[in-house]
């Protein structure tokens, strides 16, 4: 296939993946810039840049949970570019999220504090799904895998769901931020239910 007569959302597909990590990085490091100088003190600072890098993550998976119903329900260029980049979109929530557990680890080593026992092994899985994501987001590991890739990926990102409506759930009351995520992440998966049910 030339390039003349390749799909536009295969040419979308091969472009994306240097602008879009470009910009998750560069999102990532303003954030840090900004924080350092708007909390004008380091823990505060640390402990801000884990909140924000969980929400920049939240947003780049409420992207991939919810690219393909909303293909289904408003199909556009841009949600034709979701679908069609779902797995450059996944490596950049990966990139995202380790970012995230980063600043985490630092907190708690400069706090002298210990996670619960809770958010060790949940959100252990949950690293765990993402690594294993991550490390598979290629044709030789869905070829190798077949149903068991299909398993993997769509059972991590159900737990990863899970997990980001548990913490913005125990937060809603506190953090107007979290409670607007919330609401995300409940209509997300009102999308998904309702593609479900319209395919059936």
Not at 74 to 93: I, S, V
Not at 129 to 138: K, P
């Amino acid at each position: 296939m030339t390039e003349q007569t390749a799909h536009p959302q295969e040419r979308a597909k091969a472009a994306a993946p240097l602008w879009l990590f470009a910009l998750t990085v560069a999102v990532l490091a303003v954030t840090d810039i900004v924080l350092w100088y708007a909390e004008g003190d380091g823990i505060s600072a640390i402990q801000a840049y884990t909140r924000w890098t969980a929400r920049i993550a939240f947003i780049i998976f409420a992207l991939i949970f919810a690219a393909s119903s909303l293909l289904v329900i408003w199909p556009n260029r841009f949600t034709g570019w979701l679908n069609a980049n779902r797995r450059y979109l996944g490596l950049n929530f990966a990139l995202a999220h380790i970012v995230h557990l980063g600043a985490l680890t630092v907190y708690f080593l400069v706090t002298d504090q210990t996670p619960d026992t809770i958010t060790l092994v949940f959100g252990g899985l949950a690293y765990v799904f993402v690594v294993l994501m991550a490390l598979t987001s290629n044709d030789k590991s869905v070829a190798l895998l077949r149903a068991n890739w299909r398993r993997l990926h769509i059972g991590g990102i159900y737990y990863l769901w899970g997990v980001f409506t548990y913490t913005f759930a125990g937060n809603v009351f506190d953090d107007n931020v979290s409670a607007l995520l919330l609401f995300v992440c409940i209509a997300i998966m009102g999308l998904c239910i309702h593609d479900r049910l319209s395919n059936r």
